[in-house]
């Protein structure tokens, strides 16, 4: 019954999806193409601004997913071969960078084959995967390549969904479709490795004007603004770029780098206007006039 329950579960195929959650769907500012950019098949294209999914150019290849910063690329990994708690190289695709930073953090710390030598493609990946886990103070990938028994223990769709999602309570939910579709939420390497953050966020205090929209869009909560404080907490940003894309002041600035998870709070001072008066928050102690009068000069000054 089990066989024949795993069989059926395998003949289901499911198309990639984007999902609303992508960070073009959230603002018209957004300048994210990664999903675009990683795609060798051009199964993706742009059309009103927002990406979609040509299903018959689609390989499944996975990369958009591992690649999505926001994980709003609703599909499943593919099948990758494990034997022993190792990664046997095989002809397809390597894994994505990510994918790989995620497979190491489940334990599969090796990568086993039986080439003389690994295809440019693989290679490549592997050694940008290692330079990481250096700067993340892990132990490389080992390689491999020997003549091996293999036993194959590839991952099933299901066996994949409950590899990510160890947690899983039980084989019956596992293979509800809503359910073990959705490993693509799995791959969030900042929660993998919680000690690091891979993006660095900065903030130029002269040009923000505290109005709260990067705050207001940033699904991780990396932004926090208070009546003491602006606080960065850049952990959990995984570079979506849309805090610097909507920036009305182009005041925040997003790059990519590894190190030690820090948390940055800028404080707030109260000022008094010396046009209208009142009082306002500022980061600036040189600050003298407020937002909304800086903005009346501003515009003064164009039309004159």
């Known amino acids: 019954m089990m066989g024949l329950l795993n069989k059926w579960m395998e003949s289901l195929d499911y198309e990639f999806k984007i999902l609303q959650s992508c960070t073009r769907h959230q603002s018209p500012y957004s300048s994210c193409s990664r999903c675009l950019d990683v795609c060798s098949d051009e199964a993706i294209t742009f059309i009103d601004g927002n990406p979609y999914i040509d299903n018959e150019k689609c390989t499944e290849c996975g ?34 960078l990510r994918e790989l930073l995620g497979y190491y953090k489940k334990g599969i710390t090796a990568i086993i084959g039986e080439q ?10 592997i050694s940008k ?34 590899f990510w999602k160890n947690e899983a309570q039980s084989t019956l939910k596992q293979m509800t479709p809503a359910k073990w579709r959705f490993n693509h939420e799995e791959l969030d390497i900042a929660k993998l490795y919680p000690k690091h953050q891979f993006i660095e966020v900065s903030v130029n205090l002269s040009k923000c004007t505290l109005c709260k929209a990067c705050q207001k869009l940033c699904k991780k909560n990396c932004f926090q603004i208070n009546d003491t404080s602006f606080t960065i907490s850049a952990q959990k ?11 009305p002041e182009k005041a925040i600035t997003i790059q990519e780098r590894i190190m030690s998870a820090t948390e940055v709070a800028h404080s707030l001072l109260i000022k008094t ?20 009068c800086k903005k009346k000069e501003e515009f003064g000054a164009i039309l004159s």
Not at 145 to 157: H, Y
């Open 116 to 125: 003389e030598k690994l295809d440019e493609n693989w290679q490549q990946t």
């Open 129 to 162: 995967t290692n330079e990481m886990l250096e700067k993340l103070n892990e132990a490389p990938f080992s390689i491999h390549l020997k003549k091996i028994e293999l036993k194959e223990e590839s991952f099933t769709r299901r066996e994949i969904f409950s």
């Open 237 to 247: 940003c995984s570079g979506c770029m849309l805090c610097q894309d909507i920036c």
């Open 63 to 96: 990369y958009c997913i591992a690649e999505c910063p926001v994980q709003a690329i609703e599909g499943f990994f593919p099948k990758r071969t494990v034997f022993q708690n190792q990664l046997v190289v095989t002809d397809e695709h390597p894994p994505a």
């Open 273 to 292: 206007c010396k046009i209208c008066n009142n009082n306002y928050q500022t980061l600036v102690d040189q600050s003298e006039k407020c937002v909304k």
